[in-house]
């Protein structure tokens, strides 16, 4: 069956420093991937979507990796900061957003 | 710009009571919604999807129902909880102009006491 894992134990980093998470897949051949941040008690915010044929994308301090070969995501924040804390997840889609798989999420834990 | 409210953020209902959640989307038309349920120690998991009023696609077999009386209004419902439905529930949309990304709202705390 498919699977999506993501880091399952917390991500503590100092200020300043590049958070890297994880997200690996099985069993699956996604036509794109997504990465959200959810902070306690709210609901999940998109923040990039990376498609099969795109190796890379960045947004501001952000940037996505994504190799089809390894099944594998990176979903680094570069010169973090306290408020990038947060549990970030990612979500496998191939078309119908019915469809997407969504892992468990990774807790980051930035500190000053 | 979109917004999507949902409410009540949280309540605590004793089994076999009724249970009625709403959302609504502004600031689009013809919406897909949305409603997932994420437990403690699990991904998100779609309880339900609609594409349009009266459409709606059960993804799980379950205790609960959705309907959607208008196009930017959607209600998740159960007739008799059960302590195993307790959980974070989310209300969502998309749309073509979206494409696969889905916004969500604030989200509701549900404890089945």
């Known amino acids: 069956s498919q699977k999506i894992e993501q880091n399952s134990e917390a991500l503590n980093i100092q200020e300043g420093k590049t958070a890297t998470l994880t997200c690996n897949y099985t069993?699956?051949?996604?036509?794109?991937l997504q990465w959200y941040r959810q902070d306690p008690g709210r609901g999940p915010v998109f923040l990039l979507l990376i498609r099969e044929n795109e190796k890379e994308k960045r947004k501001e301090r952000l940037k996505v990796t994504f190799d089809t070969t390894l099944k594998q995501s990176l979903f680094h924040i570069t010169a973090s900061q306290p408020a990038d804390s947060a549990t970030y997840l990612c979500?496998?889609?191939?078309?119908?957003?019915?469809?997407?798989?969504w892992g468990l999420g990774t807790s980051l834990a930035v500190n000053p | 710009s979109q917004t999507i409210h949902q409410w009540p953020a949280t309540l605590v209902q004793p089994v076999g009571s009724p249970l009625s959640l709403e959302c609504t989307v502004e600031?689009?038309?013809?919406?897909?919604l949305y409603w997932y349920r994420q437990a403690a120690g699990r991904g998100l998991q779609l309880l339900f999807y609609s594409v349009g009023i009266g459409q709606i696609s059960s993804e799980v077999p379950q205790n609960l129902s959705a309907s959607r009386p208008q196009d930017r209004q959607f209600i998740l419902s159960s007739k008799k909880l059960l302590l195993s439905d307790s959980g974070f529930y989310l209300c969502a949309w998309s749309t073509a102009v979206s494409g696969n990304t889905i916004y969500f709202g604030e989200g509701s705390w549900l404890t089945v006491v």
């Open positions: 600031g689009t038309s013809n919406p897909n």
């Open positions: 069993n699956y051949s996604p036509a794109y």
């Open positions: 979500a496998l889609g191939a078309g119908n957003n019915r469809k997407l798989i």
